[in-house]
């Protein structure tokens, strides 16, 4: 009778461990489950807050802002609502220029995200310089003359800086694109840019978003050296360095000078400057570039006459103008045979 009931009491025993351990498999497969949809629950999360900020990102990155009728205020918020990561991968991952507005877009975000690079451009004029033809800017009071040929070498070289890191070189829309590259032996096309970025159609966005930069705090301080023609406040620039109009035909006289002094400035980080000086831009930047590549140097050339001078003669000021509304079209993008590599 002992033993049988010994027996019991062993079986159930039995029956009561096997009972626990099956509790406690449930509950651990159940805290795993729970786990389980908690990781999944947070990994959707995480997803849709990236795919909404990319997607919001690339509705305010793709789209014609010109085209969108806001204060100059709403559109510089835009800009303050930039992913700079996702800015850094798109640099990273540059293969060749966006489209004509959209490239803009993408300049102004470097600038908005503190990232170093340079942009020079070239057009007609430094194109007849580089090859030897005599060549003169009514509107900008800058002639060159072929015998002046220190300038012209030092114009050339300039145009080499597409193959450095983050320089780019802003190139026309037409054949006289392929005459310019000649000179530059750029290997690919992932700095080249418009040399009418900021101008024509693009000029709108560009104005709207300019007044809001230079008035913003959250922005590294700017070197401005333009014209010394200067008619408007520009308490916004940490240090004005005049340039003369004539600083073309007299390069080998002030070259030197004028170097060494903004040198001087771009030994620092951190710093923004705005060139404008007619083809002299060109080997300013290529230069400074050479001296300290932690900073943004930026050729805005005429686009920038309203907030220096006060005025402009250029004809795309005008909203009505046809060149108001003249867009950088896709040569360049369709043209593989303007690239050593390509």
Not at 1 to 21: A, P, R
Not at 172 to 199: D, G, M, Q, R, V
Not at 241 to 270: C, F, G, R, T
Not at 305 to 310: D, P, Q, R, S, V
Request: proline share 2%; aromatic share 14%; net charge positive.
């Amino acid at each position: 009778m002992d033993s049988e009931i010994k027996y019991l009491d062993e079986h159930n025993n039995d029956k009561i461990i096997i009972k626990v351990l099956k509790i406690d498999i449930i509950k651990i497969i159940l805290i795993f489950i729970n786990l389980s949809i908690i990781l999944l629950i947070s990994s959707g999360i995480i997803f849709v807050i990236y795919i909404r900020n990319k997607s919001r990102y690339n509705d305010i990155y793709i789209a014609d802002l010109s085209k969108i009728k806001l204060t100059f205020n709403e559109t510089y918020k835009i800009f303050n609502n930039i992913n700079c990561s996702f800015i850094k991968d798109k640099l990273n991952h540059r293969v060749k220029p966006f489209e004509f507005e959209e490239e803009l877009l993408f300049i102004l975000n470097l600038i908005q995200c503190k990232i170093p690079f340079s942009l020079i451009r070239f057009g007609d004029g430094e194109n007849a310089i580089m090859r030897g033809e005599s060549f003169g800017s009514k509107k900008d009071k800058w002639h060159w003359n072929s015998n002046n040929k220190k300038f012209q070498k030092s114009l050339i070289e300039s145009s080499n800086i597409c193959n450095s890191h983050n320089s780019f070189i802003g190139i026309p829309c037409h054949e006289i694109a392929k005459s310019i590259l000649s000179f530059s032996n750029c290997s690919s096309s992932k700095y080249i840019s418009y040399s009418t970025l900021f101008i024509n159609k693009n000029f709108e966005l560009f104005k709207y978003w300019i007044f809001g930069f230079i008035n913003s705090k959250n922005r590294w301080k700017i070197i401005l050296a333009s014209n010394s023609n200067i008619n408007t406040n520009i308490e916004w620039a940490y240090q004005f360095i005049p340039i003369p109009d004539n600083i073309v035909e007299n390069w080998n006289n002030y070259n030197q000078q004028l170097l060494s002094k903004l040198s001087e400035l771009a030994k620092y980080n951190n710093l923004i400057f705005f060139i404008s000086a007619g083809p002299a831009s060109n080997i300013i930047i290529s230069y400074l570039t050479r001296v300290n590549n932690k900073n943004i140097y930026l050729d805005f050339g005429s686009s920038i006459e309203f907030i220096t001078k006060g005025y402009s003669t250029r004809s795309y000021y005008n909203k009505n103008s046809r060149t108001s509304k003249l867009r950088c079209e896709s040569f360049i993008l369709k043209n593989k045979s303007l690239f050593m590599s390509e």
